[in-house]
């Protein structure tokens, strides 16, 4: 079965830090991995990728505080938050897909998501 699971969602302070999870099933390695959110009332937004050749990228609401990682049997996918601010409130969301090519992915496999509350 594919799935994606996120856990590690919850309340936090600003300026606070979290690290939400992905347990990745039935996903086959040559695939993106990513994690989205949406902010309530707003469109959904990615966050961070990883692509099957090796390489990260982050959106510029998140780069030098937010970092994407995986486990080494790549079956969990992290998401580490730091300086958390209340703007980040929002769903968070992994998914999966094949690359197209470098510089694209398809996001067919989605998780539930996971509420991130920030306070002021």
């Known amino acids: 079965q594919v799935q994606l699971v996120e856990s590690g969602g919850g309340s936090v302070e600003a300026g606070g830090s979290r690290r939400l999870s992905c347990e990745v099933s039935g996903v086959a390695s040559t695939n993106c991995l990513g994690w989205f959110r949406q902010p309530p009332g707003k469109q959904r937004e990615v966050l961070a990728t990883?692509?099957?050749?090796?390489?990260?990228s982050y959106s510029g609401a998140v780069k030098g505080r937010f970092t994407i990682s995986q486990d080494g049997s790549k079956n969990t996918l992290y998401l580490q938050m730091i300086t958390l601010k209340p703007e980040d409130t929002a769903t968070y969301y992994c998914?999966?897909?094949?690359?197209?090519?470098?510089?694209?992915?398809?996001?067919?496999?989605w998780g539930q998501g996971t509420q991130v509350t920030v306070s002021s």
């Open positions: 990883i692509h099957p050749t090796g390489g990260d």
């Open positions: 998914a999966a897909g094949p690359s197209r090519n470098v510089n694209a992915c398809e996001w067919r496999i």
